[in-house]
């Protein structure tokens, strides 16, 4: 009777978890305790290896799952060659290889090799030593125009080095010498020099030194 009292009494007081189901918190899976002595044992064994074996016992070669795939896929090319019949698939004509030589020969016959002659009339050979000829004629003309052209520019430019390498004292006295300094007997040096760069040429200048 006090038991029903006090069981009413902490069912008002909880009535959530009065109202939960009422079972055995501890059970055990169906026939635990039967295979009990047989996971015993072989918790034990597993510990006693693991004792005996300090490393793993299973080791992989380096780098072997970065190459598994590559490994699988050549495995199975391989079984697929395998399976391909082996049945000889290139075949040739018959008298194919006896009948090659004679083939090849046939391809490669020598032609009469036909010969151009440069020289087949004696008009053509005095054409060709007259055009020889005015070709030669011509680069001689030009090279002995070009040097006589060269050698005028050289005296040109030896003469205009000679003048400039001739002190203004000197042509001034040379042009006074000469009577020359009547032409303009009131010009200074300046205007006596611009006078002789207008009325005489390097080479008239050069040629009375």
């Not at 959530?16 to 918790?43: M, R, W």
């Not at 040097?147 to 005296?155: D, P, R, V, W």
């Not at 009131?186 to 040429?201: P, V």
């Amino acid at each position: 009777m006090d038991n029903n009292l006090e069981n009413n009494d902490w069912k008002k007081e909880a009535p959530i978890l009065a109202a939960l189901p009422i079972h055995n918190p501890f059970s055990a899976p169906e026939g635990y305790f039967d295979d009990l002595s047989l996971q015993i044992t072989n918790v034990v064994y597993l510990e006693k290896m693991k004792n005996k074996v300090a490393e793993p016992g299973f080791n992989t070669p380096e780098n072997y799952f970065d190459e598994l795939s590559q490994d699988i896929n050549t495995e199975i090319l391989t079984s697929r060659l395998k399976s391909i019949s082996t049945a000889q698939n290139f075949t040739a004509p018959a008298n194919y290889f006896e009948q090659m030589q004679q083939r090849i020969l046939d391809q490669t016959v020598r032609k009469e090799t036909k010969v151009l002659r440069l020289w087949h009339s004696r008009l053509l050979k005095y054409a060709s030593a007259a055009c020889l000829a005015i070709l030669c004629s011509i680069g001689f003309y030009f090279y002995q125009h070009k040097s006589a052209g060269s050698k005028l520019a050289y005296m040109d430019m030896a003469t205009e080095q000679m003048l400039y390498d001739i002190d203004e004292q000197v042509i001034i006295d040379h042009i006074e010498a000469n009577g020359l300094e009547q032409a303009k007997p009131s010009a200074s040096e300046l205007a006596m020099e611009n006078y002789i760069l207008s009325n005489y040429s390097q080479s008239d200048i050069a040629g009375n030194l």
